[in-house]
């Protein structure tokens, strides 16, 4: 995720199987509703407590914790 970028709209990475790996930076604040929709092996890198974390766990997305 870009620097500055502090959400992530609704459907923003939707149907982009080929994406395996998204590092989200503790700055993001807002994942909209179904963001990573049908995404099968997505490991969400970031930061343990985090909104991205939260929201992976919310939304049964794997994540992994990184300090980013």
Not at 26 to 35: F, M, Q
Not at 37 to 51: D, I, K, R, T, W
């Amino acid at each position: 995720i870009p620097d500055g970028v502090t959400a992530i709209c609704k459907n923003a990475f939707a149907y982009k199987e080929n994406l395996k790996h998204l590092h989200v930076p503790a700055r993001v604040k807002y994942i909209g509703d179904s963001a990573f929709e049908s995404f099968g092996n997505l490991v969400v890198h970031a930061p343990a407590g985090s909104y991205a974390a939260k929201y992976a766990e919310a939304n049964w997305i794997a994540w992994a914790e990184e300090n980013v």
